[in-house]
């Protein structure tokens, strides 16, 4: 988590995306083993 806002504060878009959607997929998993 503090890397993405790391990456967002040296504008390191690449960065930021990759590290948001691997993100996105660690809570997506999450929400399906809840539900």
Known sequence: ???I???RAEND???DA???R???VLMG???LTKS
Do not use: Y
């Open 13 to 15: 878009g690449v960065k």
């Open 18 to 20: 990759l590290l948001t």
């Open 22 to 24: 691997s993100l996105r």
């Open 5 to 7: 806002i790391r990456a």
């Open 29 to 31: 998993k999450q929400n």
């Open 1 to 3: 988590m503090f890397q």
